[in-house]
């Protein structure tokens, strides 16, 4: 900034009040704006004189009504110092002291220049901060890889009003009727990833209702970011992690943590619960690669995390599992929350590897069931 620049700054930081502005001197001139700016800044002034001194509301109203016309009069001056001071070099606090000298008609827009302005100064940096949070999965260094994508378990067929489950079981599923298997509680709540050196959180890249999101490849889906506690948009997940931060802290190199951060403020489902902030581990992963649930639940046990709920079935049977889940008021064996499904694991030699989720709201579109064929009925109706 050149010395005259300086000059007109200084000027205007001393009559715009801005606290820490350094003293007043008499070296280069004063900006064209200047007597606009001591006429507004006067006008002010007279105006808490008067109501410190207990003068009458009609005279504070007189002079309240002579500085909107002073401020209606030096519109474009003010305005104009307010965009030079917005650009890059200038000062941002000077110019919103400067806006306070406005109408507020103009005042409103100008608020949003700034503030397009700011954005436009820090977009680089944020650019900068959000690329280094991301997580290259594909890099073998990391030992880390993306939450895996979970079948569902009933077979379905036909897409939006016409989208139905049957009930059998989705080949892609990889379970068969008479599997042992793992039911595991699937827990609503905002899906998070831990190693001992950082806490992440998968996004998707296509926005709700891009036609390629499903058929784009995962590693082009999605990405893996390390989750900054200083943003005020992760506050709610941050509370749930914390008390198991120093659990995480010690997981072994390698070694990848997945659970639900839950919460009030983070599912609907337990708002009335304000005391449930917490996580759920359902999954761990070993240099890029899912361990087993049996080593899950001994991980979970070793480092102590709290692990979701779960039980053995012997025998898996669809049709007692189907009337199980519809069941009224089925909720979580941790909290007295509506459970949102189960997620079945494989639990024997050959089917180690089978995993897929069947939540409750199913059920409405499920074939041959009450809820289903209403469901069924309420989409003829919509033809």
């Known amino acids: 900034m050149s010395k005259g620049k300086q000059a007109e700054l200084a000027w205007l930081r001393y009559y715009c ?16 704006s200047l007597p606009a700016v001591v006429a507004i800044s006067s006008a002010g002034s007279k105006i808490r004189a008067l109501k410190d001194g207990g ?26 110092e307010v965009k030079r001071l917005l650009l890059p070099g200038g000062d941002e ?5 400067l806006l306070c000298m406005l109408p507020p008609s103009r005042k409103k827009a100008m608020e949003k220049a700034a503030k397009k302005a700011r954005a436009a100064r820090e977009a680089p940096a944020a650019a900068a901060a959000a690329a280094a949070r991301i997580i290259d999965v594909a890099d073998p260094a990391n030992r880390i890889c993306n939450q895996r994508k979970i079948q569902h378990l009933l077979a379905s067929s036909g897409t939006g009003t016409a989208f139905r489950y049957h009930p059998r079981l989705s080949a892609a599923a990889g379970l068969a009727e008479g599997d042992a298997a793992f039911l595991t509680e ?16 998968r996004f998707d890249n296509f926005k709700a209702g891009d036609p390629r999101k499903h058929a784009a490849p995962e590693e082009q889906r999605y990405r893996l970011e390390r989750l900054d506690w200083g943003d005020n948009a992760h506050r709610e997940i941050k509370r749930a992690v914390a008390p198991h931060e120093g659990a995480l802290g010690r997981l072994a190199p390698g070694l990848c943590a997945f659970f639900e951060a839950v919460g009030p403020k983070i599912q609907a489902r337990y708002r009335h619960l304000p005391s449930s902030h917490g996580i759920r581990v359902f999954d761990f992963a070993r240099d890029g690669r899912f361990v087993g649930w049996r080593e899950t639940v001994s991980l979970a046990a070793e480092y102590g995390l709290p692990l979701v709920a779960y039980e053995e079935v012997p025998a898996l049977s669809l049709g007692a599992l189907l009337e199980r889940l519809g069941q009224p008021n089925l909720t979580y064996a941790g909290a007295d929350a509506a459970l949102e499904g189960w997620v079945l694991r494989g639990a024997g030699a050959a089917n180690a590897a089978a995993i897929a989720k069947v ?17 069924a009925r309420a989409g003829e109706q919509r033809k």
């Not at 502005?21 to 004063?30: D, I, K, R, S, V």
């Open 55 to 80: 003068a009458a509301k009609e005279a504070v109203d007189t002079a309240v009504a002579a500085q909107a016309l002073l401020k209606k009069e030096h519109a474009a001056v003010i305005e104009a």
């Open 186 to 201: 699937k827990w609503d709540g905002t899906t998070v990833q831990a190693t001992r050196d950082f806490v992440a959180k």
């Open 93 to 97: 606090a000077a110019a919103k002291q």
């Open 359 to 375: 939540r409750v709201e199913d059920l409405e579109k499920l074939v041959g069931s009450a809820a289903g064929g209403g469901a």
């Open 17 to 32: 009040a801005i606290e820490g502005a350094p003293p007043l001197t008499t070296e280069g001139a004063p900006p064209e």
